[in-house]
């Protein structure tokens, strides 16, 4: 998997887990001392922010994790046929013990 498939698979399966049950609500107190609820707009902001950097993480783990995959090895190179032998200069006579029955 390249890159952008793992970024595309981590984005699908961050989506599904958001979808598949309501996330609980909170209150959260930021710096200047303004309370911020589960659905407003800067809780949203703050969750997209944090999603986002986690999306990235993963897709880097996963990238370093799982190994790239490897060229094909090439076919070696054909063989040549091997060469026809010369022909036999004397013609062998069977023996005197295979031709007895």
Do not use: C, W
């Amino acid at each position: 998997m390249n890159k952008e498939q793992l970024a595309t698979l981590v984005a699908e399966k961050i989506d599904a887990a958001i979808k598949s049950g309501e996330h609980p609500k909170k209150f959260f107190v930021t710096e200047n001392g303004r309370g911020v609820v589960d659905g407003g707009d800067l809780y949203n902001a703050v969750f997209a922010d944090v999603l986002s950097v986690v999306k990235v993480a993963l897709v880097d783990i996963l990238q370093e994790a799982i190994p790239a995959p490897q060229p094909a090895p090439k076919a070696p190179a054909p063989t040549p046929a091997p060469a026809a032998k010369a022909p036999a200069s004397k013609i062998e006579k069977p023996s005197r013990a295979s031709t007895r029955k």
